[in-house]
């Protein structure tokens, strides 16, 4: 299967923060096509484990993550309005007009759409106020709370944006959810390849969950692995659109993207600054496998690559990334080829990984 269409059947998947079942399923499935070592933990990490050419205790993680942003159901109005809270990094400013897909508790997905006030009565003053979340409702077509129960919505169950995935020119998409399903759609092309051409060392290909909730879940997986070291597959937020003004230079197109620096900057005090051996491992392949490889520094940014470098008393990690525009809204895009040079990328770095690498500084 191809990356394209195993990135279009991830974007139409729905799988939010902490219910990640269906993507749990999809890459367990996928990449169970090519090794029979794959296990599941208690928070739903896939881990799918490629054995060395020759045995070794050295084991490199790659990971990308599973679950999507959305929000949570908080409380259901008397006439039928479905009050919410964001779960991840939801910008309030493209919900209104919106639809959506509610996981009710008995599993069925129920479309509602978010609640905006009519164009022709917006007062001036509230035309161009961007409504904060606890003002956003959603409207299943409900008159009554009971008209909600019955249809199976309960308090704390999961929204998601409608999936879509739309092809665009120049090789280029749109999806729901690119972020991160384009980083499973690559670890699923690295498990083809791994299948046929063992390495130096051992591979685990890890579909982490809840790094929209708190960036944790890849760190759980982490600690169990215990990898020398750890290559995170994410998306940065690319800087050419009108208003950006290139803030970091990441232009869509132009290959896939090596972190060199990301700062949350809003409380978390987290970040990356990669280990110097990987930096050096990454421009290697990069070299080798004749791919153009744009670099960011980017305040804002943060992946749970920030919590894996933490666990086992420090485990090297690196951020590998493509470019992709409107993040975290439905309609995140991006370039396959720049997915495709990625793949390419890891593949090289895999390959030429040296059997018993000293991090040491
Ligand atoms: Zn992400």
């Known amino acids: 299967m191809s990356l394209e269409s195993r990135l279009e059947r991830y974007c139409l998947t729905i799988a939010t923060s902490g219910r990640e079942e269906a993507m749990i399923e999809a890459i367990k499935a996928d990449l ?39 929000m949570i159901v908080t409380k259901v109005e008397d006439n039928g309005f479905i009050r919410v809270v964001r779960l991840g990094g939801v910008p309030e400013r493209v919900l209104p007009g919106s639809v959506v897909k509610i996981r009710a508790h008995n599993g069925s997905l129920v479309t509602g759409v978010m609640g905006t006030p009519p164009h022709h009565l917006t007062p001036e003053a509230m035309k161009y106020v961007v409504p904060t979340i606890d003002k956003a409702y959603i409207d299943v077509g409900a008159t009554s709370a009971k008209d909600v129960a019955d249809l199976g919505i309960e308090i704390g169950d999961h929204v998601a944006y409608e999936p879509r995935f739309e092809k665009l020119a120049n090789d280029r998409i749109a999806g729901t959810s690119v972020d991160d399903r384009g980083g499973c759609a690559v670890l699923v092309g690295l498990g083809e390849y791994l299948a046929k051409n063992p390495v130096a060392v051992n591979v685990v290909l890890v579909g982490t969950v809840q790094e929209e909730f708190n960036l944790r879940g890849a760190a759980l997986a982490a600690e169990k692995i215990k990898p020398v070291a750890a290559i995170s597959l994410d998306l940065v937020a690319a800087g050419d ?11 869509v197109g132009a290959g896939p993207v090596m972190g060199l620096y990301s700062f949350h900057g809003r409380g978390t005090l987290n970040g990356v600054i990669p280990h110097p051996g990987l930096v050096a491992h990454t421009e290697k392949s990069a070299a080798k496998a004749k791919v153009s490889l744009q670099r960011h520094a980017t305040v804002g940014l943060l992946t749970d690559a920030s919590y894996v470098q933490l666990v086992n008393g420090g485990t090297p990690s690196i951020d590998l990334c493509w470019p992709t525009r409107y993040t975290h809204t ?12 990625l793949e390419k990328l890891v593949t090289e770095m895999l390959s030429s990984f040296p059997a018993t690498w000293d991090s040491a500084r």
């Open 330 to 341: 439905g309609v995140e895009m991006c370039s396959l080829d720049d997915l495709a040079g």
């Open 32 to 70: 169970g096509a090519f090794t029979k070592d794959i296990s599941v933990d208690s928070f739903g990490n896939v881990m799918a484990r490629f054995e060395a050419a020759k045995p070794t205790d050295h084991t490199v993680m790659v990971f990308a993550h599973t679950d999507q942003l959305g």
């Open 241 to 251: 659109t009108p208003e950006m003004g290139t803030p970091n230079g990441v232009q």
